[in-house]
């Protein structure tokens, strides 16, 4: 509306200056152009200088908008800055005639996830004996892994040499959280390590492999299960010196697919100042060998994030203790570590970073770890694999693509299971 007033505005000009009283117009044009005249003349009159030609046209545009705010037609709001295209805006609370109650969304979306539930997938990764089961055991409080070294013969686990993946359900006020540990034992056990990161390697590729194949069926089920492993925990020997080859290796490698967490294993074992700097040359080593860890600075959503994400890339690799026993101290049960000098106290902030850690896996940075992975990591695969499939099938009909779960469209050429046909065009 505010523009038609402008443009009639202009077009008048030429019209009433020249052809005045030559052109036949009908009654009630000749009012619309009377008027429409005397605002050009007012206007001619008003664009002796740029200034107030500005000021005029902010002021004909104020009472447009108030024109049709009257008429109900579109609410007036003022542009955001940032908005290029400059349709949006932000409407404030205080700015709004009442509560509209968009606040409940909130409400929605808890209620949701708590029925649903969501899924956690962490993979632990380092020798044998580092305490990667306790520590889990630790996290979550409960035996979600089992430990190899255990007391109780029943209960003992052999040293396993394939990856395993054990799920629970834990739930904690009402909200469910189904746990993958996803256990490594015996990675880098090998007088021979050459290559023992392909395993992991080929296990975390296959989870992203199951995700597309699930995503490219046309009828998908309405909940993908995410077997996708959102974390790595990569457990450093508290040796005190440098990153071993096989660490380097290790971290290069699987920093490109999946968010890894390096931390210092069975921590007590070094004093105070071992620790601070092993930490320290750890840091160096993993800039100096290009390796990505999780938080990444690029993955930082916003300055506050950046802060947040600062202090712990500052400090990171976290030095912890694990420990599935709670001992007595100062009549409060904790848990600890009870050695002969005393209590090794894993929640303790001046005893280890065993919390630091907690709260980056399950309190602060759980669901980013989720939306990393999906995001930035399986994202990744899924361009490559498409463009990889659009290189090998380029030309084929779209009938290869899955049609539903577990159902194929057939291009009539071959048998073959459904693996390697869905293989075939991914
Ligand atoms: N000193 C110390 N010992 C620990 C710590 N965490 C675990 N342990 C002990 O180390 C031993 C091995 O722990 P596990 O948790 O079974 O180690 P793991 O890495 O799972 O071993 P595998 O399953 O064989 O790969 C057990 O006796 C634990 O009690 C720790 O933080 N400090
Ligand atoms: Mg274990």
Redesign the pocket.
């Known amino acids: 509306m505010r523009e038609d007033t402008t443009k009639v505005l202009e077009q008048e000009i030429p019209a009433s200056m020249e052809e005045r009283g030559m052109e036949e117009v009908k009654p009630s044009a000749v009012e619309d152009k009377a008027a429409a005249e005397e605002a050009v003349e007012e206007r001619v009159a008003q664009e002796k200088t740029e200034d107030s030609t500005a000021q005029n046209k902010e002021t004909e545009e104020r009472e447009v908008d108030v024109e049709r705010e009257m008429e109900g037609e579109v609410e007036v709001v003022t542009p955001c800055p940032t908005e290029s295209h400059g349709l949006q805006g932000t409407i404030k609370g205080h700015d709004l005639f009442g509560y509209v109650g968009i606040e409940a969304v909130l409400d929605q979306m808890r209620r949701k996830t708590m029925k649903a539930g969501f899924e956690f997938n962490i993979m632990v990764v ?10 889990v055991n630790t996290l979550f409080k409960s035996k979600v ?1 089992r ?3 255990s007391p109780n013969y029943e209960e003992k686990i052999s ?1 396993t040499v394939k990856l395993q993946s054990v799920s629970h359900v834990i739930e904690e006020k009402g909200v469910k959280m189904k746990l993958t540990v996803i ?1 490594t ?2 990675f880098g056990d090998q007088i021979n390590n050459e290559n023992c990161w392909e395993p992991i390697v080929s296990y975390v590729n296959e989870q992203y492999e199951r995700y597309l194949k699930e995503e490219l069926y046309v009828n998908r089920k309405p909940r993908i299960p995410d077997t996708r492993v959102h974390c790595c925990v990569y ?1 450093l020997p508290a040796t005190g010196h440098w990153l071993r080859p096989i660490d380097v290796e290790f971290m290069k490698r699987l920093g490109k697919i999946v968010s890894i967490v390096p931390i210092i ?5 070094l004093t105070m100042e071992e620790r601070q700097e092993f930490k320290q040359r750890i840091r160096q080593d993993l800039n100096a060998n290009g390796i990505r860890v999780y938080p990444q600075t690029e993955y930082d959503e916003d300055p506050e994030d950046r802060i947040l994400n600062d202090k712990i890339r500052e400090n990171i690799p976290f030095a ?4 599935d026993k709670e001992h007595q101290v100062n009549g409060n049960k904790v848990l600890g ?1 009870k050695t002969k000098w005393g209590i090794i106290e894993v929640e303790n902030v001046a005893h280890c970073e065993f919390t630091n850690l907690r709260d980056l896996l399950i309190r602060s940075h759980l669901q980013d770890l989720k939306d990393v992975t999906h995001n930035i990591h399986y994202e990744t695969f899924r361009v490559r694999r498409l463009n990889e499939s659009n290189l090998t099938v380029h030309g084929l009909a779209l009938s290869c693509f899955p049609m539903e779960n577990g159902t194929h469209g057939t291009n009539g050429t071959n048998g073959t299971s459904d693996r390697s046909e869905s293989e075939s065009h991914l």
Do not use: H, N
């Open positions: 380092g020798q044998s004996g580092l305490g990667k089961s306790t520590l892994s430990k190899s070294c040293k256990d034992p015996g457990f294993a069975k921590a007590d074992t912890v203790v694990g420990t570590r």
